[in-house]
């Protein structure tokens, strides 16, 4: 990538092996991941195109006098860089590079999770590990997608609990042809950077696992796909094979969610600070906030609120990367 690279600062950082660069007034250190110096802040910028390398260097050089600076390095093609600095700078510096588009900040520390370490990841399902809400495109395919949405609608403005608001949706269903289950698990729209995060989770010996409000069988199709370990969701009845209108069995709700991160962390004996849960609606904040670290995919405020990180730009080959990898 050398050629292709314009900006001074960033052919020193991946290009060259020279220990120190003067960007302006600002001298720069390099590091490695596993031996970052101590600073006030350790911030950590995730980003696709060389083009905003300019940007990020102009910030640097108007913020800050002195940093140590190290390569990110993950499995995909995202590139990241860290910066250790005081924190004073640090702060101004964090709040100008926020303004950058399709660039992911955050903060790291020593007790950040460890990519390195065995690990759980429990992730929601529609609009998190896949780009639909199956029950709006069953709908859509059974001819009630109006029906469903009004009742969707009155769910979002809080006149129904998540439960309610499920029963009725999928009485909507009733009398549907089964066979549009098996025509949507065909056709999954995975959410972009879903299968390379798996890959290097798994990797590195962690746990996997869907928790979802939706159903068993789309759950169930992505468990085999990607090699999940475990899979929950809510059960459709069906009888002759048409959709009853029913769902059997304990409901997939947000406390659901929630016990399954502990269950899971249980059942594979997860550490304390390994155990992370991701999603995108208000449905999943008891699920992040019972993770170790809860984290906001694309979400809703109130949930991003209530993250502990976020993916607000980028998709979801970004998880690796707030992770420490130490050895």
Not at 41 to 67: F, M, S, W
Not at 168 to 189: F, H, Q, S, W
Request: include cysteine; charge should be negative; glycine fraction near 6%.
């Amino acid at each position: 990538m050398a050629n292709q690279r314009q900006n001074a600062l960033f052919s020193w950082i991946y290009d060259e092996i020279t220990p120190s660069f003067t960007l302006g007034d600002c001298h720069l250190l390099r590091h490695q991941e596993a031996k970052a110096p101590q600073a006030g802040l350790r911030l950590r910028l995730v980003y696709q195109e060389l083009i905003t390398e300019a940007l990020i260097a102009e910030r640097i050089a108007a913020t800050t006098k002195a940093l140590s600076i190290a390569v990110i390095s993950r499995q995909n093609d995202l590139y990241c860089i860290e910066l250790c600095l005081d924190k004073e700078p640090g702060q101004l510096l964090a709040e100008t590079l926020a303004t950058l588009d399709n660039v992911e900040l955050f903060l790291m520390s020593e007790q950040s999770p460890r990519l390195d370490l065995p690990g759980l990841l429990v992730m929601d399902m529609d609009s998190t590990a896949i780009q639909i809400e199956c029950i709006d495109e069953l709908a859509a395919m059974a001819g009630v997608g109006e029906a469903v949405a009004e009742v969707t609608e009155r769910a979002m403005q809080g006149e129904l609990d998540f439960e309610q608001s499920l029963r009725e949706r999928v009485a909507k269903l009733a009398g549907a042809d089964a066979c549009i289950i098996d025509t949507l698990c065909g056709n999954l729209p995975l959410m972009p950077g879903l299968k390379a995060m798996v890959a290097e989770l798994q990797a590195h010996g962690w746990r996997l696992v869907l928790a979802s409000g939706g159903f068993t069988p789309f759950v169930g199709h992505l468990k085999q796909l990607l090699n999940l370990d475990a899979a929950y969701a809510n059960e459709l009845v069906i009888v002759d094979g048409k959709l009853k209108g029913e769902v059997i069995g304990t409901v997939v709700d947000a406390q659901f969610k929630a016990d399954t991160v502990l269950r899971s962390a249980e059942t594979w004996q997860i550490p304390q600070g390994q155990r992370l849960a991701i999603g995108d609606g208000a449905n999943d904040i008891p699920m992040v906030q019972a993770a170790d670290f809860g984290i906001a995919y694309h979400a809703k405020p109130k949930l991003a609120a209530a993250a502990d990180g976020k993916i607000a730009q980028l998709d979801l080959r970004v998880l690796p990367y707030m992770l420490l990898k130490l050895d």
